[in-house]
Nanobody
C-alpha cells in the first residue's frame, strides 16, 4: 500500500509564501500525474495544480502566476510553491498521485491558513 506523506503548510500573512511537499512512501511503481487540491470549510475539494510525467502543468485560474508546481520523479515527490498568498487560499491542501494503471492515492491533508 502506498502512502503519501505531506509536509509544509502552516500560517502565513497575506502576501507571504509557503511551500508544500508530498512524497510517496515506497518506490517501485510509476507515477503519471501528481497534483495538489484544496478544500476550504463548507466548500468542495478543488484542483489547484497538476503536473504530468513529462512536466506539463495545469493550474486553477485563481492561482496562476502565484503558485508553482514541480516534481522530482526519482524522489517520487511533488512540490507546491505558493507565493503572494491571499486569505482565500486558506484551506486544507491534499496531494494526489495517479499511477500508470490509474490507481489514485491521496495524502492526509495539510492546513494552510493565510491571515489578512
Amino acid at each position: 500500500q502506498v502512502q503519501l506523506v505531506e509536509s509544509g503548510g502552516g500560517l502565513v500573512q497575506a502576501g507571504g509564501s509557503l511551500s508544500l511537499s508530498c512524497t510517496a512512501s515506497r518506490s517501485g511503481f510509476g507515477i503519471n500525474a501528481m497534483g495538489w487540491y484544496r478544500q476550504a470549510p463548507g466548500k468542495q475539494r478543488e484542483l489547484v495544480a497538476t503536473i504530468i510525467r513529462d512536466g506539463r502543468t495545469n493550474y486553477a485560474d485563481s492561482v496562476k502566476g502565484r503558485f508553482t508546481i514541480s516534481r522530482d520523479n526519482a524522489k517520487k515527490t511533488v512540490y507546491l510553491q505558493m507565493n503572494s498568498q491571499k486569505p482565500e487560499d486558506t484551506a486544507v491542501y491534499f496531494c494526489k498521485f495517479e499511477d500508470q494503471v490509474r490507481r489514485v492515492y491521496w495524502g492526509q491533508g495539510t492546513q494552510v491558513t493565510v491571515s489578512s
